[in-house]
């Protein structure tokens, strides 16, 4: 059985740090795009960062983070980080991260979700 299982998440100052984990089993993530999400009631998902197969790292491109997120893959423990520095109140929302073929279809075609994990950034 694959699965997707997000960590790292909680609530943080703005300005802080976090990095999000997901972690697979049952699927080398590394033969995949991976890609992180995130939601807010009442919007629709947004991609946030995405990583192509067999790319180790990526600076997020989306506008809204582009310059303080950026994503990883660790190999030997068949991880992917997302590094999200300077956070904002804006950046509050659930994250999700997906695996599929292609980081340009990840939001509608993932092969795999994980369950979610909430970030929270308030002063």
């Known amino acids: 059985q694959v699965q997707l299982v997000e960590s790292g998440g909680g609530w943080v100052q703005p300005g802080g740090s976090l990095r999000l984990s997901c972690a697979g089993s049952?699927?080398?993530?590394?033969?995949?795009?991976i890609g992180w999400f995130r939601q807010v009631p009442g919007k629709e998902r947004e991609d946030v960062s995405c990583?192509?197969?067999?790319?180790?790292?990526?600076?997020s491109s989306q506008s809204s983070v582009a310059g303080r997120f950026a994503i990883a893959r660790d190999n030997s423990k068949n991880m992917v980080w997302l590094q999200m520095d300077s956070l904002k109140p804006e950046d509050t929302g659930n994250y999700y991260c997906?695996?599929?073929?292609?980081?340009?279809?990840?939001?509608?075609?993932?092969?795999?979700w994980g369950q979610g994990i909430l970030v929270t950034v308030s002063s």
């Open positions: 997906a695996a599929g073929a292609f980081c340009g279809s990840l939001l509608h075609e993932a092969d795999y």
């Open positions: 049952g699927i080398s993530l590394w033969n995949y795009a």
């Open positions: 990583a192509r197969a067999s790319q180790i790292y990526a600076a």
